[in-house]
């Protein structure tokens, strides 16, 4: 069996929250969260987004290419 390991680190969270949801609400939740909870979040989000897609895409492209496989993906949190 092949394994593909991915490790992500955010090194900007709040810079992330104030993108996505704009320089106030950035404001409030960095008030609410520490950094490092915030950091947390947001690559917990980035890896459901990249398993998805990875599941898709994979899947439509063994099927293209008529092989039958399970597949397993799963996050691992660090410590």
């Given amino acids: 069996m092949a394994d593909i390991s991915v490790k992500i680190e955010v090194l900007n969270p709040l810079e992330v929250i104030k993108h996505k949801k704009g320089r106030f609400m950035g404001s409030l939740v960095s ?12 690559e917990e989000e980035i890896c459901k987004e990249v398993i998805s897609q990875l599941r898709e895409k ?17 996050v691992k949190e660090s410590l």
């Fill in 58 to 74: 994979l899947n439509q492209r063994l099927n293209e290419e008529g092989i039958i496989a399970h597949l397993h993906i799963e």
């Fill in 31 to 42: 008030l609410w969260m520490d950094e490092h909870d915030l950091k947390t979040k947001i």
